[in-house]
């Protein structure tokens, strides 16, 4: 309820007509709301408050390293299945699972006695094919003694020239059944074709493994990783419009962020960019080669792990080697309504504005603003909630900008 003051007449007159008419109790309880609503406190007018107070940063160009973010996927630059190339019994394994391994280090080994005593049977079958030929050459030799001194006739020259030119390629054909039964024989002896790490085996010892056994175990490189991400063939084309004169595409860097949010601290760099656009998505593939160095505190089984998996599902933050000079305010002074992103400017008259603008490339704490503000302009960033649109505001500048930023 609204209280008001009456008049002093007015109040006298109601006190006198209340105890004519209506009895000494009503005569007091008029009273008493007549000295309320002629209270001094009812007539007291609010105090108007001054304007409210704000914090305030000057729009200037700050340097903003340009990044774009799609979704990658990380492989392994080099991944080996082994098989069974000849068909034995498993007799060893000599490796620990997950373990990491070297080029040329064996990782099974076969049975070898039928291997090896086939490789002995083709060196039998070696010498006596040399023993023959050797034995051809001299008939030979003979006959064309004989002949010069027309003692035999040609025609058994000739023959002792077949004779001869058949004991040699039968020598040929003994040595190579040799080294392919040596070849059989390395075969039983099956070793790491990479540096890698090595996964989880599908057999045991004791089985019989060949060629239609299928993968037995798979080596994986480790360190550097492949990155790759599909581009939209339309950003493919902005971003090497954009850096063509900085160098193409060599002049931008690669980081990825990880499943767990966390930007992985290595960086990489573009190696491939394919020749054909995918049909189905209408988009580029771009691949990025990254370190992936062990990480010294963490293991597993006594095996020191690392950041980067084949597989591995990331985000791919694509940027500029060189930061940009660009308009810049702080991510707080940003708002948004159905017509888009705008911006409180304080005039020179401490007034707040309301400002429409366009945003460009930003990072999670600076947007950059392509249009609608100008340089040494005042943009509001704190107090926000207290600011309306052609009202006065009292700013005060915030601290630094850098350290927001």
């Known amino acids: 309820m609204t209280l008001f003051a009456l008049p002093r007449f007015a109040s006298v007159w109601l006190l006198r007509t209340a105890s004519a008419t209506a009895g000494p109790l009503l005569f007091v309880s008029v009273s008493l709301a007549v000295l309320l609503l002629a209270s001094p406190h009812a007539t007291a007018q609010p105090v108007p408050s001054a304007p409210p107070a704000v914090g305030v940063v000057t729009v200037e160009r700050r340097p903003m390293t340009d990044s774009y973010e799609f979704n990658g996927r990380v492989q392994a630059i080099n991944s080996v299945n082994i098989v069974a190339r000849v068909a034995a019994f498993l007799e060893k394994q000599l490796f620990k699972e997950g373990s990491d391994v070297k080029k040329g280090d064996l990782l099974f080994a076969l049975e070898k006695p039928p291997f090896q005593a086939a490789v002995d049977v083709q060196r039998a079958a070696v010498a006596q094919a040399e023993a023959n030929l050797a034995n051809d050459r001299i008939d030979l030799a003979r006959k064309q003694w004989l002949i010069a001194r027309a003692s035999v006739a040609q025609e058994a ?131 990025a080669v990254i370190p992936n160095p062990i990480l010294d505190s963490q293991t597993a089984g006594g095996v020191k792990l690392r950041e980067l998996a084949a597989d591995e599902f990331v985000t791919v933050l694509l940027q500029s080697v060189d930061p940009r000079q660009v308009i810049a305010v702080p991510r707080a002074a940003i708002l948004a309504d159905q017509q888009g992103p705008y911006v409180y400017v304080v005039d020179n008259k401490n007034i707040a504005r309301e400002r429409q603008v366009r945003i460009g490339q930003s990072t999670p704490e600076t947007a950059g603003i392509v249009e609608g503000l100008k340089q040494g302009e005042r943009v509001v960033i704190d107090g926000i909630q207290r600011v309306r649109p052609g009202a006065p505001v009292t700013p005060a500048p915030v601290t630094s900008f850098a350290s927001r930023s």
Not at 240 to 268: H, N
């Open 157 to 287: 020259v000739d023959n002792a020239v077949a004779t001869e030119r058949v004991a040699a390629a039968q020598l040929q054909s003994a040595q190579a059944q040799l080294e392919t039964a040596q070849i059989n024989l390395n075969y039983t002896d099956i070793r790491s074709p990479i540096d890698g790490r090595i996964g989880r085996t599908s057999v045991t010892v004791g089985n019989v493994v060949g060629p239609t056994t299928g993968v037995l175990v798979t080596v994986v490189s480790q360190d550097p990783m492949y990155v790759v991400f599909s581009v939209p063939t339309r950003r493919a084309i902005e971003l090497r419009k954009q850096y063509a004169d900085k160098g193409g595409f060599d002049a931008v860097k690669v980081q990825i962020r990880l499943p767990d949010g966390r930007l992985y601290g290595e960086t990489g760099k573009l190696d491939f960019v394919n020749n054909s656009i995918a049909q189905d998505t209408d988009t580029l593939l771009f691949r």
